[in-house]
């Protein structure tokens, strides 16, 4: 369960509750001992100057990413949102947090989030270090504190006072401090490993011409040509990193957006109603779709494009109705099928955690 980190440094472990993701095939070792390969399709990571990959911050940040103990009344962790076992999402429409909380949106995958930048649904954190620490400091997720500066230093003192976490800091950073910036460090250099790659359609990029099946095929034709999806789902992560309004949310009684999106970030009107474009991977797995969760299937995600979305003032001009014949709404769902491939399956919550 690679616990080696644990053996090295003597540190005390005690089992708690944590949710676990089934293996496919043999496990890579965990953690990695040098940055991690990613599977075929995918371009290397990109680790920032200022938090560079090492195996001891990844088993850190691996910890700290199951550990309910983060939560003002350890009950909710990150995995509690971003579950392995649900292709790193949590399978609701909207996420569940301290007190049963419901929020507004729904919880995006943490597969392939090493290539992304402008963070969360509406691009308000501008790194996987800033998103890692939000959670911790919203009353709807994993506090009971109302003031943000108060909710991190209670979490920082949760953590100060396991003894068994100070070992791991050690061997990660080079000293037993145990500080915010380095708990948002490690929680995003355990998600710079969380990969999916090596699909049936990446197989096909590369040679392999059995690798998809004739629906397959003839989906992949449409998703690039009649349906034009890559205007925003493009390159090897289908995601072109854009803030779209696509026509969700919006009621035609009223006029108005039951979530603002990007509008909330930037206060530019041209950005109501705009979410950020979500990679396409493992899309079949990632359900109910969109930020609210509205649509429960890919059927019904492709039958929305192909109505043109809920027209709204500011929707995208892009939007427009695809006239798709019923097989060939069939055969897209197919392609995206082949979307799901491999490198996020191994991972798994630890056995036991730091006492």
């Known amino acids: 369960m690679g616990l080696g980190l644990a053996a090295t440094t003597g540190i005390g472990l005690a089992r708690t509750t944590a949710p676990a993701a089934p293996s496919a095939g043999p496990a890579p070792a965990w953690p990695p001992p040098q940055e991690p390969e990613v599977p075929l399709g995918l371009i290397p990571v990109?680790?920032?100057?200022?938090?560079?990959?090492?195996p001891a911050k990844a088993e850190l940040g691996r910890y700290l990413y199951f550990d309910t103990r983060l939560s003002s009344d350890n009950t909710i962790s990150c995995a509690s949102c971003h579950e392995p076992s649900k292709a790193f999402t949590d399978s609701s429409p909207v996420s569940t947090?301290?007190?049963s909380q419901k929020g507004g949106r729904s919880a995006p995958t943490v597969i392939n989030r090493a290539f992304t930048t402008l963070q969360f649904w509406d691009g308000r954190a501008a790194s996987l270090e800033d998103q890692a620490i939000?959670?911790?400091?919203?009353?709807?997720?994993?506090?009971?504190?109302?003031?943000?500066?108060?909710?991190?230093?209670?979490?920082?003192?949760r953590i100060r006072g396991i003894p068994g976490y100070r070992p791991l800091f050690e061997e990660a950073f080079g000293s037993?401090?145990?500080s915010l910036d380095r708990v948002a460090k490690a929680i995003a250099t355990f998600e710079r490993t969380v990969y999916s790659g090596n699909s049936p359609y990446d197989r096909y990029k590369a040679g392999e011409d059995g690798a998809?099946?004739?629906?397959?095929?003839?989906?992949?034709?449409v998703f690039f040509n009649k349906a034009a999806c890559d205007a925003c789902h493009l390159g090897f992560n289908f995601s072109d990193e854009s803030f779209v309004n696509i026509g969700i949310g919006y009621d035609p009684n009223t006029g108005t957006f039951a979530d603002e999106g990007r509008f909330a970030v930037t206060k530019n009107p041209k950005d109501l109603g705009a979410f950020k474009t979500p990679t396409l991977r493992e899309i079949e797995?990632?359900?109910?779709?969109?930020?609210?969760?509205?649509?429960?299937?890919?059927?019904?995600v492709v039958e929305h494009y192909n109505k043109g979305g809920i027209p709204n003032p500011t929707i995208d001009q892009?939007?427009?109705?695809?006239?798709?014949?019923?097989?060939?709404?069939?055969?897209?769902?197919?392609f995206l099928q082949a979307l799901s491939g491999e490198g996020w399956q191994h991972i798994e919550a630890p056995a036991e955690f730091p006492h």
Not at 46 to 54: A, G, I, L, M, T
Not at 134 to 157: C, D
């Open 176 to 178: 037993e401090e145990i």
């Open 212 to 221: 998809m099946t004739e629906a397959q095929l003839r989906g992949m034709d």
């Open 134 to 157: 939000g959670p911790l400091a919203n009353p709807l997720e994993m506090t009971l504190e109302t003031e943000e500066s108060k909710a991190h230093e209670a979490v920082v003192a």
């Open 46 to 54: 990109f680790w920032p100057d200022d938090n560079p990959y090492s």
């Open 318 to 334: 892009r939007m427009k109705p695809l006239n798709l014949t019923e097989g060939e709404k069939a055969d897209l769902v197919a």
């Open 285 to 300: 797995h990632t359900g109910p779709y969109m930020h609210d969760g509205s649509l429960t299937t890919l059927e019904q």
């Open 97 to 99: 947090g301290i007190r």
